[in-house]
């Protein structure tokens, strides 16, 4: 189910066939992670603070 107002960036590292894609939506406290391939599918949440954690730990 889409939200109304979320718009969902795929991944810039997704693969070129557009089929293995992490798209990420911007919550404003929050960042909402999910896979294109099923987008009315299981979604994650989590704090800005935390997401930003995370970045940092994948570009270390």
Same mark, same amino acid.
């Given at each position: 189910? %889409?939200?109304?107002? !979320?718009? =969902? !960036? @795929?991944?810039?590292?997704?693969?070129?066939?557009?089929? %293995?894609?992490? %798209? /990420?939506?911007?919550?404003?406290?929050?960042?909402? /992670?999910?896979? +294109? @391939? &099923?987008?009315?599918?299981?979604? !994650?949440?989590? &704090?800005?603070? +935390? =997401?930003?954690?995370? !970045?940092?730990?994948?570009? %270390?």
């Amino acid at each position: 189910m %889409e939200h109304e107002g !979320i718009r =969902w !960036i @795929k991944s810039s590292y997704s693969g070129g066939s557009g089929t %293995e894609c992490v %798209e /990420v939506a911007n919550l404003g406290m929050g960042v909402a /992670v999910r896979d +294109s @391939k &099923a987008p009315d599918g299981a979604r !994650i949440a989590v &704090a800005s603070r +935390s =997401w930003g954690a995370f !970045i940092r730990a994948v570009r %270390e």
